[in-house]
DNA sequence: GTCTATAAATGGATAGAC
DNA sequence: GTCTATCCATTTATAGAC
């Protein structure tokens, strides 16, 4: 009993693992089984199809979304809580980054995800709002009319494709590297809107960039 | 004679709408075949296979970026020189766009796009960068230490991915808006970085976004 | 729960007639 | 250049034994 982990979710694993490796669509429920040592029958009684598998994952990643995304920060105008969550929100992503890396593959393959997807970037850019809300509320930054909107709706963007960008135009990295670096050129799209001088800002910033190095 | 196209220009047309709409993998050279009227046999005798279709619309996206991209701005501080410039590279992308809809199953399929598309990327960051230091030089803007640097390879990034985010987020709208709204969300973020009052800036890109509609 | 074997469907690719 | 016919490989999916 102890330690034995359950075929169903071994197969959730390697799925994940294979797809995020080389791509969903060039993953067979063949080459699954194959990997786990386990026949492609015994894979079908877990799970009738790769969509099925699919919409299991969707749905592990949709709950830790969720969670992430609903947990609240407890000190808004502390940097490093504000480091902390967008840290998190980029691992999440990487962990799934499947999804993004074939996403008209995913959603061809399965429609019914399509709306789920797009509530949770919804969610997401709300969230960031939110954040900016409070900054603002606090005192550290200012926008100009129709600015706030127009940086969550970016932000959001960029929370979402990063790692991609960075994938191809620096590759071989380490996901650690590239998710610190994520992190950074996230927060730094704040700094112009810093109430007054933005310049310790930036340095608070690049302190961080380096200690997580 | 004349009006007549080729069947091996018909190829790639087919394949590349196909491939928009449905996404790379999902559509097989049966699948152009049956969609053109002709047979498979005949699209094999002009093509060997779909990594070489593949390859062959590569070669037409490269060299239309790259005329696009190396293509001078006569006036780089007018804002409609630029405006354009930038609807343009949408217009470009998104004229291919199942290269980056689909980016893990294509270069999968065809790993020696790679580098090439990572060039692309590399260039697209290079030319925003020479945009940048115009306008610098010019006086429209200035930059902290670093700050141009982080603004380039975040526009690109930008550039490149904000049509897939859009068409995720807000499904169902013309081509034509949403690169529009593309355009717009892209010279707003060089705003906080006016040189004194920003606001009149701001007045002018909003105009041109309600023109273009 | 897991295996073997196999069916059914699809996609990639080629030979040879017209 | 184009078609028909066909073959091979891969993938999905199921039936039945252990």
Redesign the interface.
């Known amino acids: 009993m102890a330690g034995k982990v359950k075929t169903r979710d071994r197969i959730l694993q390697t799925s994940l693992a294979l797809f995020n490796q080389?791509?969903?669509?060039?993953v067979s429920t063949v080459d699954i089984a194959a990997v786990m040592g386990i026949s492609p029958g015994n894979l079908y009684y877990h799970f009738r199809g790769k969509e099925v598998i699919i919409e299991a994952l969707f749905d592990d990643f949709e709950e830790e979304m969720r969670q992430v995304l609903s947990a609240p920060i407890k000190r808004p105008l502390d940097i490093e809580d504000n480091w902390i969550f967008v840290y998190i929100l980029f691992e999440e992503i990487n962990d799934f980054r499947?999804f993004y890396?074939?996403?008209?593959?995913v959603l061809?393959r399965c429609p019914n995800l399509r709306p789920r997807?797009?509530r949770l970037?919804?969610l997401k850019?709300d969230t960031v709002d939110a954040i900016l809300t409070a900054l603002e509320k606090g005192g550290l930054i200012t926008f100009?009319p129709?600015?706030q909107d127009?940086l969550a709706?970016?932000l959001?963007?960029?929370l979402?494709?990063?790692l991609?960008?960075r994938d191809?135009?620096a590759?071989a990295q380490s996901s650690r590297t590239i998710i610190n670096d994520g992190v950074y050129?996230t927060m730094?799209?704040i700094?112009?809107?810093i109430a007054g001088d933005?310049?310790p800002y930036?340095a608070l910033l690049t302190e961080y960039f380096k200690k997580q190095r």
Do not use: D, V
């Open positions: 080389e791509g969903e669509a060039q499947f890396y074939g996403l008209a593959s061809e997807f797009a970037l919804k850019q100009g129709g600015e127009a709706t970016r959001a963007a960029h979402t494709f990063w991609q960008y191809l135009t590759p050129s730094i799209q700094a112009p809107y933005r310049a930036a």
